[in-house]
Protein backbone atom coordinates (compact mmCIF):
# COMPACT_ATOMS: atom_id res chain seq x y z
CA UNK A 1 0.00 0.00 0.00
CA UNK A 2 1.53 3.52 -0.98
CA UNK A 3 1.81 5.29 2.35
CA UNK A 4 3.74 8.44 1.00
CA UNK A 5 1.76 12.17 0.37
CA UNK A 6 -1.34 13.50 2.41
CA UNK A 7 -3.74 11.61 0.13
CA UNK A 8 -3.08 7.99 -0.54
CA UNK A 9 -4.17 4.80 -2.03
CA UNK A 10 -4.78 1.76 -0.26
CA UNK A 11 -5.45 -1.91 -1.10
CA UNK A 12 -9.33 -1.37 -2.11
CA UNK A 13 -8.18 0.16 -5.40
CA UNK A 14 -9.45 -2.22 -9.03
CA UNK A 15 -8.20 0.62 -11.24
CA UNK A 16 -11.79 1.65 -12.48
CA UNK A 17 -10.11 5.23 -13.40
CA UNK A 18 -12.92 7.03 -11.83
CA UNK A 19 -9.84 9.21 -9.93
CA UNK A 20 -8.15 10.03 -13.09
CA UNK A 21 -11.52 11.20 -14.98
CA UNK A 22 -11.83 13.65 -12.13
CA UNK A 23 -7.85 14.39 -10.52
CA UNK A 24 -7.42 18.16 -11.30
CA UNK A 25 -3.70 17.63 -11.24
CA UNK A 26 -1.82 16.09 -14.54
CA UNK A 27 -0.08 12.86 -13.65
CA UNK A 28 -0.99 13.14 -9.78
CA UNK A 29 -3.07 9.64 -10.17
CA UNK A 30 -0.86 7.14 -12.17
CA UNK A 31 -1.27 3.73 -12.84
CA UNK A 32 1.55 1.28 -11.18
CA UNK A 33 1.62 -2.52 -11.95
CA UNK A 34 2.86 -4.96 -9.35
CA UNK A 35 2.92 -8.63 -9.51
CA UNK A 36 0.43 -8.78 -12.41
CA UNK A 37 -2.39 -6.56 -10.39
CA UNK A 38 -2.79 -2.42 -10.88
CA UNK A 39 -3.79 0.29 -9.10
CA UNK A 40 -4.16 3.83 -9.48
CA UNK A 41 -1.37 5.61 -6.92
CA UNK A 42 -0.80 9.52 -6.34
CA UNK A 43 2.39 10.98 -6.91
CA UNK A 44 2.81 13.33 -4.03
CA UNK A 45 5.03 15.82 -5.73
CA UNK A 46 1.87 16.55 -8.12
CA UNK A 47 -1.28 15.87 -5.77
CA UNK A 48 -2.63 19.48 -4.69
CA UNK A 49 -4.35 17.80 -2.05
CA UNK A 50 -7.82 18.73 -4.01
CA UNK A 51 -9.94 15.84 -2.50
CA UNK A 52 -11.77 14.93 -5.78
CA UNK A 53 -10.53 11.83 -6.24
CA UNK A 54 -12.89 10.98 -2.52
CA UNK A 55 -16.11 11.98 -3.60
CA UNK A 56 -16.05 9.23 -6.81
CA UNK A 57 -14.76 6.69 -5.47
CA UNK A 58 -16.77 3.93 -4.89
CA UNK A 59 -14.32 1.33 -3.52
CA UNK A 60 -13.15 3.58 -0.85
CA UNK A 61 -9.58 3.18 -1.79
CA UNK A 62 -8.42 6.99 -0.70
CA UNK A 63 -7.50 7.71 2.27
CA UNK A 64 -5.97 10.90 3.91
CA UNK A 65 -3.23 11.60 6.91
CA UNK A 66 -3.69 14.75 9.16
CA UNK A 67 -2.47 15.66 12.78
CA UNK A 68 -5.30 14.70 15.02
CA UNK A 69 -3.54 11.30 16.59
CA UNK A 70 -0.32 13.47 17.40
CA UNK A 71 -2.35 15.89 18.68
CA UNK A 72 -3.89 14.07 21.14
CA UNK A 73 -1.26 12.04 22.01
CA UNK A 74 0.69 15.55 22.73
CA UNK A 75 -2.36 16.46 24.72
CA UNK A 76 -2.17 13.37 26.89
CA UNK A 77 1.62 14.10 27.18
CA UNK A 78 0.34 17.51 28.27
CA UNK A 79 2.39 19.31 25.84
CA UNK A 80 0.61 22.88 25.72
CA UNK A 81 -1.39 23.26 22.87
CA UNK A 82 -4.31 26.01 22.16
CA UNK A 83 -6.80 25.39 19.34
CA UNK A 84 -7.91 27.46 16.35
CA UNK A 85 -11.28 26.39 15.31
CA UNK A 86 -12.13 27.13 11.51
CA UNK A 87 -15.48 29.09 11.03
CA UNK A 88 -17.33 26.10 9.77
CA UNK A 89 -16.61 23.85 12.90
CA UNK A 90 -19.75 26.16 14.64
CA UNK A 91 -22.14 25.96 11.62
CA UNK A 92 -20.98 21.90 11.30
CA UNK A 93 -21.88 21.15 14.73
CA UNK A 94 -23.87 23.57 15.70
CA UNK A 95 -25.71 21.92 18.49
CA UNK A 96 -22.34 19.83 19.44
CA UNK A 97 -20.24 23.01 19.02
CA UNK A 98 -20.03 23.86 22.98
CA UNK A 99 -20.18 20.37 24.11
CA UNK A 100 -16.96 19.44 21.59
CA UNK A 101 -15.10 22.64 23.01
CA UNK A 102 -15.94 21.37 26.55
CA UNK A 103 -14.14 17.59 25.24
CA UNK A 104 -11.23 19.26 24.20
CA UNK A 105 -10.80 21.12 27.26
CA UNK A 106 -11.10 18.33 28.96
CA UNK A 107 -8.45 16.79 26.81
CA UNK A 108 -6.14 19.55 27.85
CA UNK A 109 -6.48 21.97 25.35
CA UNK A 110 -5.68 25.55 27.17
CA UNK A 111 -6.75 27.55 24.57
CA UNK A 112 -9.99 28.06 21.98
CA UNK A 113 -10.03 30.83 19.46
CA UNK A 114 -12.41 30.65 16.55
CA UNK A 115 -10.66 31.85 13.22
CA UNK A 116 -13.17 34.09 12.34
CA UNK A 117 -11.37 36.68 14.16
CA UNK A 118 -8.27 35.82 12.24
CA UNK A 119 -10.93 36.15 8.97
CA UNK A 120 -11.35 39.81 9.57
CA UNK A 121 -7.45 40.49 10.45
CA UNK A 122 -7.36 38.67 6.82
CA UNK A 123 -9.84 41.25 5.21
CA UNK A 124 -8.15 44.17 6.25
CA UNK A 125 -5.17 42.93 5.17
CA UNK A 126 -6.19 42.56 1.49
CA UNK A 127 -8.30 45.67 1.72
CA UNK A 128 -5.04 47.76 3.58
CA UNK A 129 -2.37 45.57 0.76
CA UNK A 130 -5.00 46.62 -2.39
CA UNK A 131 -5.16 50.12 -1.86
CA UNK A 132 -1.38 50.70 -1.12
CA UNK A 133 -0.10 48.66 -3.86
CA UNK A 134 -3.13 49.13 -6.62
CA UNK A 135 -3.44 45.97 -6.64
CA UNK A 136 -6.82 44.41 -8.13
CA UNK A 137 -7.87 41.54 -9.79
CA UNK A 138 -5.33 39.31 -7.49
CA UNK A 139 -6.38 35.57 -6.95
CA UNK A 140 -7.53 35.03 -3.05
CA UNK A 141 -5.17 32.97 -0.98
CA UNK A 142 -7.15 31.43 1.66
CA UNK A 143 -7.77 28.18 -0.24
CA UNK A 144 -4.68 26.27 0.37
CA UNK A 145 -5.42 24.03 -2.57
CA UNK A 146 -6.19 26.81 -5.32
CA UNK A 147 -2.46 28.65 -3.99
CA UNK A 148 -1.01 24.74 -4.59
CA UNK A 149 -2.61 24.08 -8.01
CA UNK A 150 -1.36 27.20 -9.19
CA UNK A 151 2.61 27.34 -7.60
CA UNK A 152 2.54 23.73 -9.21
CA UNK A 153 0.84 24.60 -12.83
CA UNK A 154 0.46 27.76 -13.56
CA UNK A 155 3.44 29.35 -11.89
CA UNK A 156 3.37 32.52 -13.90
CA UNK A 157 -0.25 33.44 -11.73
CA UNK A 158 2.38 33.50 -8.44
CA UNK A 159 2.64 37.60 -9.21
CA UNK A 160 -1.44 37.79 -8.82
CA UNK A 161 -1.68 35.72 -6.07
CA UNK A 162 -2.75 37.93 -2.76
CA UNK A 163 0.47 37.80 -0.40
CA UNK A 164 -1.73 37.60 1.84
CA UNK A 165 -1.97 35.26 4.82
CA UNK A 166 -4.71 33.02 5.42
CA UNK A 167 -7.62 33.29 8.20
CA UNK A 168 -5.91 30.41 10.39
CA UNK A 169 -2.40 32.32 9.81
CA UNK A 170 -3.52 35.78 10.39
CA UNK A 171 -4.93 34.26 13.41
CA UNK A 172 -2.08 32.44 14.33
CA UNK A 173 0.63 34.97 13.97
CA UNK A 174 -2.21 37.71 16.30
CA UNK A 175 -2.13 35.15 18.77
CA UNK A 176 1.12 34.34 18.47
CA UNK A 177 2.72 38.53 18.32
CA UNK A 178 -0.06 40.33 20.01
CA UNK A 179 -1.74 37.98 22.73
CA UNK A 180 1.73 36.33 23.73
CA UNK A 181 0.76 32.49 23.33
CA UNK A 182 3.56 29.77 23.15
CA UNK A 183 1.60 27.01 22.68
CA UNK A 184 1.32 24.72 19.65
CA UNK A 185 -1.38 25.66 17.90
CA UNK A 186 -3.51 23.34 16.22
CA UNK A 187 -5.99 24.05 13.44
CA UNK A 188 -9.14 22.27 13.83
CA UNK A 189 -11.15 22.37 10.12
CA UNK A 190 -12.68 20.61 6.99
CA UNK A 191 -9.69 20.31 4.58
CA UNK A 192 -6.90 18.12 4.63
CA UNK A 193 -4.83 20.65 2.24
CA UNK A 194 -4.46 22.91 5.69
CA UNK A 195 -2.02 20.78 6.05
CA UNK A 196 0.29 22.63 3.50
CA UNK A 197 -0.21 25.86 6.01
CA UNK A 198 1.61 24.22 9.04
CA UNK A 199 4.80 23.93 9.73
CA UNK A 200 5.95 21.04 8.32
CA UNK A 201 5.40 22.34 4.76
CA UNK A 202 5.61 26.04 5.33
CA UNK A 203 8.36 26.67 8.00
CA UNK A 204 6.98 29.87 8.90
CA UNK A 205 3.77 29.22 10.11
CA UNK A 206 2.89 28.97 13.55
CA UNK A 207 0.69 26.29 13.12
CA UNK A 208 2.10 23.01 13.77
CA UNK A 209 -0.86 20.13 13.78
CA UNK A 210 -3.77 20.09 11.27
CA UNK A 211 -7.20 18.05 12.75
CA UNK A 212 -9.53 17.58 10.23
CA UNK A 213 -13.11 17.52 11.34
CA UNK A 214 -13.61 13.45 10.09
CA UNK A 215 -10.68 12.16 12.18
CA UNK A 216 -11.65 14.23 14.80
CA UNK A 217 -15.30 13.72 15.57
CA UNK A 218 -14.11 10.01 15.16
CA UNK A 219 -11.73 10.08 17.95
CA UNK A 220 -13.70 12.17 20.12
CA UNK A 221 -16.72 9.68 19.46
CA UNK A 222 -14.88 6.85 20.43
CA UNK A 223 -13.71 8.50 23.53
CA UNK A 224 -17.51 8.90 24.87
CA UNK A 225 -16.16 11.81 26.85
CA UNK A 226 -18.99 13.68 28.96
CA UNK A 227 -17.62 17.25 29.23
CA UNK A 228 -19.32 20.53 30.48
CA UNK A 229 -20.00 23.40 27.61
CA UNK A 230 -17.24 25.64 26.83
CA UNK A 231 -17.05 28.10 24.39
CA UNK A 232 -14.35 30.02 21.85
CA UNK A 233 -12.61 33.09 22.85
CA UNK A 234 -12.04 36.40 21.09
CA UNK A 235 -15.04 38.86 19.50
CA UNK A 236 -15.29 38.49 15.43
CA UNK A 237 -17.03 39.86 13.03
CA UNK A 238 -18.53 38.75 9.86
CA UNK A 239 -15.12 37.08 9.26
CA UNK A 240 -17.65 34.09 10.10
CA UNK A 241 -18.62 34.45 7.19
CA UNK A 242 -15.84 33.38 4.78
CA UNK A 243 -16.31 29.37 4.77
CA UNK A 244 -19.50 30.01 2.67
CA UNK A 245 -19.11 30.08 -1.05
CA UNK A 246 -18.32 33.68 -1.58
CA UNK A 247 -17.74 34.34 2.08
CA UNK A 248 -14.55 36.52 1.10
CA UNK A 249 -16.69 38.18 -1.35
CA UNK A 250 -19.14 39.10 1.10
CA UNK A 251 -16.83 40.49 3.41
CA UNK A 252 -15.05 42.55 0.41
CA UNK A 253 -18.16 44.15 -0.41
CA UNK A 254 -19.12 45.10 3.00
CA UNK A 255 -16.04 47.67 2.97
CA UNK A 256 -16.06 48.73 -0.49
CA UNK A 257 -19.76 48.59 -1.03
CA UNK A 258 -22.00 46.29 -3.14
CA UNK A 259 -20.72 47.65 -6.62
CA UNK A 260 -17.19 46.28 -5.85
CA UNK A 261 -16.71 43.68 -8.75
CA UNK A 262 -15.23 40.50 -6.67
CA UNK A 263 -15.27 37.38 -8.83
CA UNK A 264 -16.26 33.99 -7.04
CA UNK A 265 -14.52 30.67 -8.91
CA UNK A 266 -15.40 27.53 -7.05
CA UNK A 267 -15.00 24.14 -7.51
CA UNK A 268 -12.26 21.89 -8.45
CA UNK A 269 -13.22 20.60 -12.12
CA UNK A 270 -14.36 24.82 -12.66
CA UNK A 271 -11.99 26.63 -11.11
CA UNK A 272 -8.71 24.99 -12.50
CA UNK A 273 -10.25 24.97 -15.93
CA UNK A 274 -11.48 28.86 -16.06
CA UNK A 275 -7.63 29.49 -14.54
CA UNK A 276 -6.01 28.35 -17.16
CA UNK A 277 -8.39 29.78 -19.57
CA UNK A 278 -7.85 33.14 -18.27
CA UNK A 279 -3.76 32.95 -17.77
CA UNK A 280 -3.20 36.17 -20.39
CA UNK A 281 -6.14 38.64 -18.27
CA UNK A 282 -4.90 38.05 -15.61
CA UNK A 283 -1.27 38.97 -16.09
CA UNK A 284 -2.56 41.54 -18.31
CA UNK A 285 -4.89 42.95 -15.59
CA UNK A 286 -7.55 43.26 -17.87
CA UNK A 287 -10.18 41.94 -15.07
CA UNK A 288 -12.50 44.99 -13.89
CA UNK A 289 -12.59 42.49 -10.92
CA UNK A 290 -11.36 43.54 -7.40
CA UNK A 291 -10.60 40.48 -6.57
CA UNK A 292 -11.08 36.88 -7.42
CA UNK A 293 -12.44 34.78 -4.98
CA UNK A 294 -11.00 31.27 -5.58
CA UNK A 295 -11.84 28.46 -4.12
CA UNK A 296 -11.07 24.72 -4.85
CA UNK A 297 -14.74 23.12 -3.26
CA UNK A 298 -18.16 24.20 -4.75
CA UNK A 299 -19.63 25.15 -1.97
CA UNK A 300 -16.69 26.77 0.11
CA UNK A 301 -15.18 25.58 3.26
CA UNK A 302 -18.52 24.48 4.40
CA UNK A 303 -17.85 21.65 2.58
CA UNK A 304 -14.45 20.79 2.94
CA UNK A 305 -12.23 17.67 1.70
CA UNK A 306 -12.12 16.22 4.97
CA UNK A 307 -16.00 16.82 6.33
CA UNK A 308 -18.08 14.19 7.48
CA UNK A 309 -19.33 12.12 4.60
CA UNK A 310 -23.41 13.31 4.28
CA UNK A 311 -22.96 16.05 6.61
CA UNK A 312 -22.99 18.73 3.74
CA UNK A 313 -26.07 16.86 2.07
CA UNK A 314 -28.20 19.54 2.99
CA UNK A 315 -27.77 23.29 3.30
CA UNK A 316 -27.93 23.13 7.36
CA UNK A 317 -24.62 24.41 7.76
CA UNK A 318 -25.10 26.91 5.05
CA UNK A 319 -28.26 28.19 7.35
CA UNK A 320 -26.52 28.12 10.64
CA UNK A 321 -23.45 30.09 8.90
CA UNK A 322 -25.91 32.96 8.11
CA UNK A 323 -27.46 33.00 11.57
CA UNK A 324 -23.74 33.27 12.77
CA UNK A 325 -22.81 35.99 10.49
CA UNK A 326 -26.20 37.93 11.61
CA UNK A 327 -25.32 37.63 15.11
CA UNK A 328 -21.86 39.15 14.22
CA UNK A 329 -22.94 42.51 13.31
CA UNK A 330 -22.81 44.91 16.02
CA UNK A 331 -25.06 47.90 16.92
CA UNK A 332 -21.98 49.54 18.49
CA UNK A 333 -21.10 53.02 16.33
CA UNK A 334 -17.83 52.49 16.48
CA UNK A 335 -17.99 48.67 15.27
CA UNK A 336 -16.62 47.15 11.58
CA UNK A 337 -19.86 45.29 11.70
CA UNK A 338 -22.61 47.86 12.03
CA UNK A 339 -25.10 47.45 9.46
CA UNK A 340 -26.05 50.89 9.75
CA UNK A 341 -22.75 52.13 8.77
CA UNK A 342 -21.76 53.26 5.01
CA UNK A 343 -19.32 50.96 3.84
CA UNK A 344 -16.70 53.82 3.66
CA UNK A 345 -17.71 54.75 7.31
CA UNK A 346 -17.37 50.48 8.25
CA UNK A 347 -13.95 50.58 6.57
CA UNK A 348 -12.87 53.50 7.91
CA UNK A 349 -13.96 51.09 11.52
CA UNK A 350 -12.01 48.39 10.33
CA UNK A 351 -8.55 50.45 9.53
CA UNK A 352 -9.15 51.88 13.24
CA UNK A 353 -9.82 48.72 15.11
CA UNK A 354 -6.33 47.02 13.52
CA UNK A 355 -4.82 49.86 13.47
CA UNK A 356 -1.90 48.62 16.19
CA UNK A 357 -1.12 45.27 13.38
CA UNK A 358 1.56 45.48 11.18
CA UNK A 359 0.63 44.89 7.73
CA UNK A 360 4.28 43.16 6.58
CA UNK A 361 3.38 40.69 9.57
CA UNK A 362 0.57 39.32 7.66
CA UNK A 363 1.95 38.99 4.05
CA UNK A 364 3.47 35.94 2.66
CA UNK A 365 5.61 34.60 -0.46
CA UNK A 366 4.87 31.52 -2.91
CA UNK A 367 7.12 29.08 -4.43
CA UNK A 368 7.29 27.69 -7.74
CA UNK A 369 6.99 24.44 -7.62
CA UNK A 370 6.18 23.39 -11.35
CA UNK A 371 9.53 21.60 -11.35
CA UNK A 372 8.51 17.64 -12.78
CA UNK A 373 4.70 18.89 -12.88
CA UNK A 374 4.63 19.51 -16.21
CA UNK A 375 3.58 17.57 -19.48
CA UNK A 376 6.16 15.96 -22.03
CA UNK A 377 4.63 16.15 -25.59
CA UNK A 378 5.58 13.40 -28.13
CA UNK A 379 6.71 14.25 -31.62
CA UNK A 380 4.63 13.18 -34.39
CA UNK A 381 6.61 9.99 -34.90
CA UNK A 382 6.43 9.53 -30.57
CA UNK A 383 3.09 9.69 -31.26
CA UNK A 384 1.74 7.61 -33.76
CA UNK A 385 4.75 4.64 -32.71
CA UNK A 386 2.39 4.72 -29.18
CA UNK A 387 -0.68 4.84 -30.99
CA UNK A 388 0.45 1.90 -33.14
CA UNK A 389 1.41 -0.16 -29.82
CA UNK A 390 -1.64 0.74 -28.49
CA UNK A 391 -3.17 -1.17 -31.97
CA UNK A 392 -4.74 2.55 -32.92
CA UNK A 393 -4.19 2.14 -36.53
CA UNK A 394 -6.23 4.23 -37.85
CA UNK A 395 -7.39 8.59 -37.15
CA UNK A 396 -10.86 6.93 -36.80
CA UNK A 397 -9.34 4.50 -33.72
CA UNK A 398 -7.53 7.04 -32.12
CA UNK A 399 -10.41 9.34 -31.70
CA UNK A 400 -12.51 6.87 -30.09
CA UNK A 401 -12.58 9.18 -27.13
CA UNK A 402 -14.65 6.35 -24.98
CA UNK A 403 -13.30 7.87 -21.76
CA UNK A 404 -13.07 4.35 -20.34
CA UNK A 405 -9.57 4.66 -19.64
CA UNK A 406 -10.48 8.11 -17.56
CA UNK A 407 -9.13 10.63 -19.91
CA UNK A 408 -11.08 12.32 -22.07
CA UNK A 409 -9.57 11.62 -25.19
CA UNK A 410 -7.56 8.97 -27.01
CA UNK A 411 -4.51 11.54 -27.39
CA UNK A 412 -4.64 12.26 -23.54
CA UNK A 413 -4.05 8.74 -22.66
CA UNK A 414 -1.27 8.44 -25.42
CA UNK A 415 0.79 11.72 -23.73
CA UNK A 416 0.03 10.01 -19.86
CA UNK A 417 1.54 6.80 -21.84
CA UNK A 418 4.51 8.77 -22.77
CA UNK A 419 5.11 10.19 -19.58
CA UNK A 420 4.47 6.93 -18.42
CA UNK A 421 1.57 7.57 -16.37
CA UNK A 422 -0.51 5.10 -17.73
CA UNK A 423 0.06 2.33 -20.18
CA UNK A 424 -1.17 1.00 -23.09
CA UNK A 425 -3.38 -1.89 -21.15
CA UNK A 426 -5.83 1.39 -19.48
CA UNK A 427 -7.46 0.99 -23.15
CA UNK A 428 -10.48 -1.29 -23.69
CA UNK A 429 -9.91 -0.46 -27.15
CA UNK A 430 -6.02 -1.95 -26.96
CA UNK A 431 -7.31 -4.67 -24.75
CA UNK A 432 -9.80 -6.10 -27.37
CA UNK A 433 -8.12 -5.89 -30.38
CA UNK A 434 -5.06 -7.63 -27.87
CA UNK A 435 -7.81 -10.64 -27.15
CA UNK A 436 -8.74 -10.77 -31.09
CA UNK A 437 -4.61 -11.02 -31.68
CA UNK A 438 -4.46 -13.82 -29.08
CA UNK A 439 -7.54 -15.57 -30.59
CA UNK A 440 -5.87 -15.24 -34.10
CA UNK A 441 -2.74 -16.54 -32.71
CA UNK A 442 -4.59 -19.79 -31.46
CA UNK A 443 -6.85 -20.05 -34.48
CA UNK A 444 -3.82 -18.89 -37.01
CA UNK A 445 -1.99 -21.36 -38.79
CA UNK A 446 1.41 -20.77 -38.31
CA UNK A 447 2.72 -21.41 -42.08
CA UNK A 448 -0.66 -20.72 -44.29
CA UNK A 449 -1.42 -17.56 -42.51
CA UNK A 450 -4.85 -18.31 -42.17
CA UNK A 451 -7.44 -19.85 -40.00
CA UNK A 452 -6.90 -23.34 -38.77
CA UNK A 453 -9.30 -26.25 -38.54
CA UNK A 454 -9.76 -25.15 -34.74
CA UNK A 455 -10.99 -22.03 -35.76
CA UNK A 456 -13.12 -23.70 -38.82
CA UNK A 457 -14.72 -25.87 -36.22
CA UNK A 458 -16.06 -22.53 -34.52
CA UNK A 459 -16.55 -21.01 -37.38
CA UNK A 460 -19.50 -23.57 -38.06
CA UNK A 461 -20.66 -23.89 -34.55
CA UNK A 462 -21.33 -19.67 -34.83
CA UNK A 463 -23.29 -20.25 -38.04
CA UNK A 464 -25.86 -22.37 -36.58
CA UNK A 465 -28.85 -19.99 -36.61
CA UNK A 466 -27.26 -18.72 -40.13
CA UNK A 467 -29.79 -18.11 -42.86
CA UNK A 468 -28.21 -16.43 -45.47
CA UNK A 469 -27.16 -17.59 -48.66
CA UNK A 470 -23.81 -19.56 -48.18
CA UNK A 471 -20.77 -21.17 -50.36
CA UNK A 472 -17.87 -23.89 -49.56
CA UNK A 473 -14.90 -23.50 -51.62
CA UNK A 474 -12.33 -26.02 -51.36
CA UNK A 475 -8.77 -26.14 -52.85
CA UNK A 476 -6.32 -28.24 -53.16
CA UNK A 477 -3.04 -27.26 -53.85
CA UNK A 478 -1.20 -28.79 -56.70
CA UNK A 479 2.53 -29.51 -56.86
CA UNK A 480 3.07 -30.16 -53.18
CA UNK A 481 4.62 -33.19 -52.96
CA UNK A 482 6.83 -32.38 -55.35
CA UNK A 483 7.75 -29.05 -53.83
CA UNK A 484 8.80 -30.79 -50.49
CA UNK A 485 10.80 -33.68 -52.51
CA UNK A 486 12.39 -31.64 -54.90
CA UNK A 487 13.36 -28.24 -53.60
CA UNK A 488 12.49 -28.78 -49.50
CA UNK A 489 10.03 -28.42 -47.26
CA UNK A 490 10.61 -24.67 -47.47
CA UNK A 491 9.63 -24.77 -50.67
CA UNK A 492 6.51 -26.18 -49.82
CA UNK A 493 5.73 -24.08 -47.21
CA UNK A 494 6.48 -21.28 -49.15
CA UNK A 495 4.17 -22.81 -52.19
CA UNK A 496 1.37 -23.32 -49.07
CA UNK A 497 1.75 -19.72 -48.03
CA UNK A 498 1.78 -18.04 -51.75
CA UNK A 499 -1.54 -19.61 -52.91
CA UNK A 500 -3.66 -18.91 -49.07
CA UNK A 501 -2.16 -15.56 -49.48
CA UNK A 502 -4.03 -15.76 -52.79
CA UNK A 503 -7.21 -16.99 -51.58
CA UNK A 504 -6.78 -14.83 -48.56
CA UNK A 505 -6.63 -11.42 -51.02
CA UNK A 506 -10.27 -12.62 -52.70
CA UNK A 507 -11.99 -14.36 -49.85
CA UNK A 508 -10.44 -12.65 -46.97
CA UNK A 509 -8.39 -13.99 -43.83
CA UNK A 510 -10.81 -14.63 -41.64
CA UNK A 511 -12.76 -16.66 -44.16
CA UNK A 512 -10.20 -18.99 -45.67
CA UNK A 513 -8.99 -22.44 -42.87
CA UNK A 514 -6.06 -24.58 -43.62
CA UNK A 515 -7.53 -28.04 -43.32
CA UNK A 516 -4.77 -30.09 -44.20
CA UNK A 517 -1.60 -30.52 -45.53
CA UNK A 518 -2.39 -29.08 -49.25
CA UNK A 519 -6.18 -28.32 -48.43
CA UNK A 520 -8.16 -25.34 -47.69
CA UNK A 521 -11.59 -24.40 -47.46
CA UNK A 522 -13.10 -20.74 -47.59
CA UNK A 523 -16.74 -20.12 -45.98
CA UNK A 524 -18.85 -17.25 -47.70
CA UNK A 525 -21.93 -15.82 -46.99
CA UNK A 526 -24.48 -13.33 -48.46
CA UNK A 527 -23.26 -13.10 -51.33
CA UNK A 528 -24.60 -14.64 -55.36
CA UNK A 529 -23.49 -17.59 -56.74
CA UNK A 530 -22.01 -15.41 -59.55
CA UNK A 531 -19.97 -13.35 -56.82
CA UNK A 532 -18.47 -16.53 -55.43
CA UNK A 533 -17.64 -17.65 -59.49
CA UNK A 534 -15.67 -14.62 -59.70
CA UNK A 535 -13.80 -15.01 -56.67
CA UNK A 536 -12.39 -18.35 -57.98
CA UNK A 537 -11.62 -16.82 -60.92
CA UNK A 538 -9.38 -14.17 -59.52
CA UNK A 539 -7.94 -16.52 -57.33
CA UNK A 540 -7.33 -18.47 -60.34
CA UNK A 541 -5.72 -15.63 -61.96
CA UNK A 542 -3.80 -14.54 -58.96
CA UNK A 543 -2.28 -18.01 -58.48
CA UNK A 544 -1.22 -17.54 -62.17
CA UNK A 545 0.48 -14.50 -61.59
CA UNK A 546 2.65 -16.35 -59.20
CA UNK A 547 3.27 -19.29 -60.69
CA UNK A 548 1.47 -21.75 -58.69
CA UNK A 549 -1.92 -24.08 -58.59
CA UNK A 550 -4.53 -25.20 -56.68
CA UNK A 551 -7.64 -27.54 -57.55
CA UNK A 552 -10.90 -25.42 -56.91
CA UNK A 553 -14.27 -26.65 -55.99
CA UNK A 554 -17.44 -25.04 -54.63
CA UNK A 555 -21.02 -25.77 -53.53
CA UNK A 556 -23.36 -22.69 -53.48
CA UNK A 557 -27.18 -22.10 -51.55
CA UNK A 558 -28.86 -19.55 -51.65
CA UNK A 559 -30.06 -20.03 -48.03
CA UNK A 560 -27.85 -21.94 -45.59
CA UNK A 561 -30.59 -24.49 -44.80
CA UNK A 562 -28.19 -28.13 -45.25
CA UNK A 563 -25.26 -29.51 -42.72
CA UNK A 564 -22.20 -27.83 -43.47
CA UNK A 565 -20.72 -31.44 -44.04
CA UNK A 566 -23.22 -31.64 -46.81
CA UNK A 567 -21.50 -28.68 -48.64
CA UNK A 568 -18.57 -29.51 -48.03
CA UNK A 569 -18.50 -32.55 -49.94
CA UNK A 570 -20.17 -31.38 -52.80
CA UNK A 571 -17.44 -28.67 -52.95
CA UNK A 572 -14.68 -31.70 -52.58
CA UNK A 573 -16.12 -33.82 -55.25
CA UNK A 574 -16.41 -30.89 -57.75
CA UNK A 575 -12.47 -29.74 -56.73
CA UNK A 576 -11.50 -33.90 -57.12
CA UNK A 577 -13.00 -33.33 -60.75
CA UNK A 578 -10.74 -30.49 -61.41
CA UNK A 579 -8.05 -32.03 -59.74
CA UNK A 580 -8.65 -35.03 -62.23
CA UNK A 581 -8.28 -32.81 -65.06
CA UNK A 582 -5.06 -30.97 -63.71
CA UNK A 583 -3.17 -34.74 -63.69
CA UNK A 584 -4.78 -35.58 -67.31
CA UNK A 585 -3.03 -32.11 -68.80
CA UNK A 586 0.16 -32.40 -67.32
CA UNK A 587 0.71 -35.98 -67.15
CA UNK A 588 1.25 -36.06 -63.75
CA UNK A 589 1.01 -38.68 -61.74
CA UNK A 590 -1.47 -38.28 -58.26
CA UNK A 591 0.93 -38.50 -55.40
CA UNK A 592 -1.93 -41.56 -54.07
CA UNK A 593 -2.39 -43.55 -57.27
CA UNK A 594 -5.61 -44.11 -56.79
CA UNK A 595 -9.44 -44.27 -58.71
CA UNK A 596 -11.58 -43.60 -55.50
CA UNK A 597 -13.41 -41.30 -54.94
CA UNK A 598 -12.88 -38.69 -52.04
CA UNK A 599 -14.91 -40.05 -49.07
CA UNK A 600 -14.86 -43.87 -49.99
Known amino acids: METKGLIYTNDNCVSCYKCVRVCTSPGASYLLTRDGASSVMINPNRCVTCGACFALCDHHAREYRDNTDEFLRDLREGKPVSVLLAPSFRASYPKEYGQLLGQLKALGVRRMINVSFGADICTW ?53 ELGITDRFAFIGPCIGKELETDTYFPESPVHYNVTFLKLMEALRDLHMEAED ?34 VVSGKTYLYGWLGKNVNSLLQQKTSFELI ?37 SSRESSPW ?51 EMHKLTEKARTINCSTCGYNTCRDLMIAIYNGFNDKQSCIHYEKEEALRIERLFSLDPVAQVMNRTALESRKISLKYCRTSISVVMADINGLKEANDGKGHDAGDLLIATVAACLSEVFGQENVFRIGGD ?50 KLADLRMYEEKKQYYRETGKTRRVLSDTEPGE
Open 125 to 177: AYLKYMEQNSFRGAISTPCPVAVSYVEHYLPELIPRLMPVYSPMLCAAVYCRE
Open 230 to 263: ASDEIEYGIGSFYPAPGGLADNIRWFLGDDAQVR
Open 293 to 329: DALNCQNGCIEGTAGEEGHYDEDAALYSIGEIRAESK
Open 338 to 388: NGSLTPAERLKMLNRQFSGLSLSHYLRTFTDRSEGCGLQIPTPEEEDRIFR
Open 519 to 568: EFVAILLDHTEEECVVGIRKVKEAMAEMHVSAAIGYAYRPVFDCPMEELQ
